[in-house]
């Protein structure tokens, strides 16, 4: 049987399967899907592949979907790989180091998160590379608003309170240092790969921007899902951000009315980035891991929780490649590499507008006790309501029924 699909398909696949990878990504080892053989049925890989990962028939021509098996383009000059599916009403649970809701031991009404190990990821890093990293503004002589450092407050606030609530918390990273070690003169070859790639001129001031990006975002992300994959190895990996509207000029920005709170969840995986064989394996590895229902229901209840808490009304994406999730707008799927490269359930947490007037003026408030009158209404201070409100929704979503 596999014969046959496989010199049925073949030529299919041989003609539009490519050989490109994305900036600093390794070949993908197609055998590392082997422990998926047999796990999922035909109709559910169909379900997810089209409603959450390869919408619009992104996938089309590189996985090719039958009855009992799939078959998928690897390398050009390669023989595809081959997907067994369970026979139906025969899928199981693939094997993975992360523990779902349902698999975590009987534990304490007071303790609804005791074995459940969570890493933190304070997104961007912050500190002394803020600026490099778009990650920062200042108007005259404010407090700088700087994400990078904002999420690391909140991630520190979180420990106690998730540890209280009886978990093991794991941090990506704990100051305002790189993961990598790689810095940006390391990676100027890279860099100007990166823009041919791209049909984009390698100018020498081009390559400098570039090779910065590949720094503090491809090569800092990689590294920390590095760690988290072989090190950290946990059941659940919470990304901690600050939204932001375009501010132009960081030494002039523009403040914006706009506040908003949304949640978002890998998926949506564009047909030029299915081009990319690690984009392609990272997909299915991550579909077929079955994250997705514990990713949606742990973030349903965040989103829920975290909403009532700021009063923040959803961020509805108008353009882009991505799905909604609920119908309130607060969860959509999108693929990034600050998502997809982790190989558990992800939750990807984006409220506050960091250059709305509200939010900058509670930036400036700082840390404070209790309640202040902050344009023109009480409020606590916003490391604290963030950090609360995620403690809150994780323990309703764990605690037992
Ligand atoms: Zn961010």
Redo the contacts with the bound molecule.
């Keep these: 049987m596999r014969a046959i699909l496989t010199a049925i398909l073949f030529p299919v696949l041989l003609h539009s399967a490519s050989a490109k990878l994305s900036p600093l990504a390794t070949a993908p080892d197609w055998s590392e899907l082997d422990k998926f053989q047999r796990t999922i049925t035909s109709a559910e890989f169909k379900s997810l592949l089209e409603k959450i990962y390869a919408p619009d028939g992104a996938s089309a021509g590189l996985i090719v979907v039958g009855e009992k098996s799939a078959c998928i383009a690897t390398s050009p000059g390669k023989p595809p790989y081959i997907l067994e599916f369970a026979a139906p009403g025969e899928s199981k649970a693939p094997p993975r180091f992360w523990k779902t809701r349902a698999e975590l031991p009987a534990r304490p009404a007071n303790k609804p998160l005791a074995g459940l190990k969570i890493a933190l990821d304070p ?2 890093i912050g500190g002394k590379w803020a600026k490099m990293e778009e ?1 920062w503004f200042q108007i005259g002589d404010s407090v700088p608003v700087v ?1 990078g450092d904002m999420v690391l407050r909140v991630a520190k606030l979180l420990i106690p309170r998730l540890q209280a609530l009886g978990a093991e918390v794991a941090l990506t990273r704990t100051g305002s240092e790189p993961a990598t070690k790689l810095r940006p003169a390391q990676l100027r070859k890279a860099a100007a790969a990166a823009l041919r790639e791209k049909g984009e001129r390698a100018t020498p001031s081009a390559v400098t921007k570039e090779s910065e990006k590949l720094f503090y975002r491809t090569s800092e992300i990689r590294r920390r899902a590095e760690i988290v994959n072989t090190t950290i190895r946990p059941d659940l990996v919470l990304c901690l ?2 939204n932001a509207e375009p501010w132009g000029n960081p030494a002039r920005p523009s403040l914006v009315s706009e506040n908003h709170l949304h949640f978002l969840i890998t998926g949506a995986w564009s047909r030029k980035e299915l081009e990319y064989e690690d984009q392609r394996h990272e997909m299915l590895y991550k579909l077929l891991s079955r994250s997705f229902d514990e990713e949606k229901a742990a973030t349903k209840t965040l989103a829920k929780t975290m909403a009532a808490a700021t009063g923040l009304p959803p961020y509805i994406y108008t353009g882009g490649t991505v799905v909604r999730i609920d119908p309130a707008g607060y969860i959509w799927a999108r693929n990034l590499l600050a998502n997809r490269l982790f190989r558990c359930p992800v939750i990807y947490a984006e409220p506050y507008v960091m250059n709305s007037r509200e939010v900058f003026r509670r930036v400036q408030a700082g840390d404070f006790e209790g309640v202040k009158t902050i344009a023109g209404r009480p409020r606590r201070n916003i490391y604290r309501e963030y950090a609360d409100a995620i403690a809150a929704g994780l323990a309703a979503h764990y605690r037992l029924p």
């Design positions: 997104g961007h990650r994400e951000h600050f």
